[in-house]
């Protein structure tokens, strides 16, 4: 593989795709949107004091940004990538020059950049009408960030996979955004964590979800919140090493399952 070539063609690409999906308007508003409406509304429900100097809006707030990087980097990348099968785009790009990992350079960047924009709109809101505060030390914004990185990567695999799931572009949405709304409810995301029933804690506990909203609200919210989280602290060790397996198995499935055009219309 010519690794310079490869990764010119994959800029190229990602330049591409990020033209791509802002003229898809349709996209581009329930992208931004969605997370938006979710912690606008849930934030305006739920407002009252839950510790010292924290409120339950910030706290919904931080657990639905994590979330937010779930829909660019799922919903999104696994929706169209089964529209890019479905249209017969990938098998077309199959038979071009275009190296195979030139694709996904470009799927990575647009997800990165479209992540970075979904998290910043997120934050933004967030400290203007709840009063959040960003970090305010090194370590912070290096958990921050270790873990935005750490759940784009876990999640644009993730998406990557399910979007083998699907037959058409039809029923791409329902292949992802199903399992993300679900998620979002057993992995303390629209319900504060200490609220969950213990089967609903359980179950959240064993997808990437739950763990990587945990890693935003350590990283967002004081030091003091850690003990409304199920264990009474952050985990942040057990956090990584969550988000880091289900990293190794969304690679596992892509690897295994990814196809440059469904096999079973034939």
């Known amino acids: 593989m010519n690794l310079p070539g490869t990764l010119r063609i994959g800029l190229s690409r990602g330049r ?44 919904f707030a931080a657990s639905i940004a994590a979330s937010a990087v779930v829909s660019t980097s799922f919903v999104n990348l696994g929706g169209r990538i089964a529209t890019d099968r479905d249209d017969g785009t990938l098998k077309r790009l199959r038979g071009t020059p275009m190296p195979v990992a030139a694709y996904f350079v470009g799927k990575t960047i647009q997800v990165f950049w479209i992540s970075l924009a979904e998290l910043v709109l997120m934050l933004g809101l967030a400290t203007a009408l709840y ?15 270790g873990f935005f990185l750490l759940g784009v990567t876990c999640w644009s ?49 064993l997808f990437p979800l739950k763990w990587l909203a945990q890693g935003f609200r350590s990283a967002l919210l004081p030091d003091s919140m850690a003990a409304y989280e199920a264990a009474g602290t952050w985990e942040t060790g057990r956090t990584v090493l969550v988000l880091g397996l289900w990293t190794v198995a969304g690679l596992v499935l892509c690897l295994t399952t990814f196809r440059w055009n469904d096999e079973r219309t034939r």
């Open 16 to 59: 591409f795709e990020m033209l791509e999906f802002f003229r898809d308007k349709g996209a581009v508003i329930f992208t931004f949107s969605f997370p938006a409406l979710l912690m606008l509304m849930l934030g305006g429900i739920y407002d009252e004091p839950i510790g010292e100097g924290v409120r339950l809006s910030q706290v």
């Open 131 to 145: 009063d959040l505060r960003l970090p305010t030390s090194i370590v912070q914004w290096g958990r921050m960030a």
């Open 157 to 205: 695999l993730l998406g990557i996979a399910a979007s083998r799931l699907s037959r058409s572009a039809k029923t791409a949405a329902v292949a992802t955004l199903v399992p993300y709304t679900l998620l979002g409810f057993v992995s303390g995301v629209y319900i504060v964590p200490s609220g969950l029933p213990p089967v609903m804690e359980q179950i959240g506990a």
